[in-house]
């Protein structure tokens, strides 16, 4: 290990390093809470600062920020309908529909402990099986990540059940929208306008931001002028009543099962290059009402659908990792932008990097043990105060949430552009939930359906005009996938039929 374990934990346990995990996760959570200010923008800023650091304590700088971002998105998720984070996308579904029952303060106490057992999970499995692990991920080639893709979608079917047709309309809007931009293949400009911004494609956090923040503006700016029609469901919690400290052990252990079964996928999805938080949280998610007993509340506000989301996508922070630290194949963003911070120090990833530079990256796997217990001990502790948010009169925080969202799509890329595509997309969300549409299903379009053409392209240029169906039955890791969306795709249906017999 290039030094014992208990040189390692000394290390990990050094005065500086501990002060360090505990900054980075604070800032971390700033990052995450903040809309459009994510964990791989709070890396990249912080990056530089680890140059002058030892290559150990850089590190635990790095990974204890992405560490906090990762539950930080949930914050301003639960408390005003924006996730901070595109991992937290799916913490939207319950979280806010808790705050608006008065739960603001359980939802956030979920979330905090969901994301810390996630996150556990996750640096358990990276610090046990990271190199076994990382050549599974390698068997992942172009029809796997396409049918994946398909797999995420099916997701649709099971959050818009009492409006399937909506769901699938706003489904296919989201994956039109994906395919703005220069065409991967033909290196052509699709559906630009002339727009020369548009050549990128639309930037995922704009769009989330305008989908998510602007509706919620427009609402509130309502209800302030006619406060008489505001529901009894819309009433802010009582801050007195907000309690401090973990879930009962009783909650605790009925969630076990999904506290395992969501770290596993988040663990698994964050091995996969390019996958991300969203896809993790949003799996999770959908297998979680799947085989619950009561689907028909998921998405009303209940603690089982942040619990699901948010221990996903902490355990795929880790997984990422596996990835990178192993065969130099960055899981997603932020370990990217790490990968650069290792490479940077003379670090270069793969086996070596355990046998000759062992004692730097076990102390950086065992310090993320440490970030996740300060991440659980902060959130807990601050959780009450985050409500805080919920008290501000609407008309103040309608135009802290518009300043947010404006700053949030700016910093993103320096580029006024990207406000106009989040204002945009904001009085397109205003105007489906108006209409009855979700927007979950346009934002899971725009996130998968990138992966879906890259795969299907590839899949088709790999397969030397063979048929497509016949090359896909062929590889086991296609098959299990394919039979896992189609039984995604009927489990609604078989559902909805049970019910109408049984209500017979």
């Not at 008489?228 to 009925?254: R, Y």
């Not at 927007?439 to 879906?452: D, K, R, S």
Request: a neutral charge; glycine letters at 12%; proline letters at 6%.
């Amino acid at each position: 290990m290039g030094g014992t374990i208990f040189d390692v934990v000394c290390n990990v346990f050094q005065i500086t390093n501990l002060l360090i995990a505990a900054g980075g996760v604070l800032t971390g959570i700033i990052f995450g809470g903040l809309p459009g200010f994510t964990a791989s923008m709070g890396v990249a800023i912080l990056l530089p600062i680890t140059f002058g650091m030892d290559p150990a304590t850089g590190l635990i700088l790095l990974g204890a920020l992405f560490a906090g971002a990762m539950y930080g998105g949930s914050v301003s998720a639960i408390l005003i309908n924006t996730p901070g984070t595109p991992s937290a996308a799916a913490t939207v579904l319950d979280g806010h529909p808790m705050c608006k029952k008065g739960k603001a303060g359980e939802a956030l106490r979920e979330a905090v402990f969901a994301s810390f057992l996630g996150g556990i999970f996750g640096v358990t499995v990276l610090l046990l099986f990271a190199p076994p692990l990382a050549r599974i991920s390698l068997m992942f080639g172009p029809p796997e990540y396409f049918l994946l893709a398909m797999f995420g979608l099916t997701i649709i079917a099971t959050i818009s059940e009492k409006a399937v047709f909506k769901g699938l309309l706003a489904g296919a809007l989201g994956l039109l929208i994906s395919t703005i931009g220069m065409d991967p293949l033909l290196g052509i400009p699709r559906f630009s306008m002339g727009f020369v911004n548009l050549l990128d494609g639309i930037q995922l956090i704009p769009a989330m931001i305008g989908l998510f923040s602007i509706p919620e503006v427009l609402n509130m700016i309502h209800l302030h002028k006619h406060p008489e029609e505001t529901p009894t469901e819309e009433l802010c919690p009582d801050f007195k009543n907000i309690k401090i400290g973990f879930p009962k052990l009783k909650q605790i252990i009925k969630f076990i099962p999904i506290y395992i079964r969501s770290s596993i996928i988040g663990t698994g999805v964050g091995m996969l290059p390019g996958a991300g938080g969203s896809i993790a949280s949003f799996m999770a998610y959908n297998e979680t009402k799947r085989v619950s007993k009561h689907p028909e509340l998921f998405g009303t506000g209940i603690s089982e659908g942040v619990a699901a989301s948010e221990s996903a996508n902490n355990a795929m922070a880790s997984g990422a990792m596996i990835p990178m630290l192993t065969l130099g194949i960055p899981g997603d963003s932020v370990a990217a932008i790490m990968m650069g911070g290792l490479m940077v120090h003379g670090l270069q990833p793969g086996a070596e990097l355990f046998t000759s530079n062992g004692h730097i990256v076990y102390t950086f796997i065992i310090s993320l043990y440490v970030a996740n217990i300060f991440m659980l001990l902060f959130g807990t502790f601050f959780a009450p105060y985050f409500t805080l948010a919920t008290k501000t009169p609407r008309h103040y925080l309608a135009v802290s949430v518009t300043l947010l969202t404006v700053m949030g799509s700016y910093a993103l890329r320096g580029n006024m552009f990207d406000v106009y595509v989040m204002v945009v997309f904001g009085i397109l969300g205003y105007l489906m939930k108006s209409h009855g549409f979700s927007v979950i299903p346009t934002v899971l379009g725009i996130i998968l359906g990138p992966v879906a053409e890259a795969g299907l392209n590839n899949m088709i240029a790999i397969s030397t005009g063979d048929n497509i169906l016949f090359f896909l039955f062929q590889r086991p890791i296609s098959l299990i996938l394919i039979v896992l969306t189609l039984l995604s795709i009927a489990f609604p249906f078989y559902r909805r039929i049970r019910e109408s017999r049984v209500a017979i």
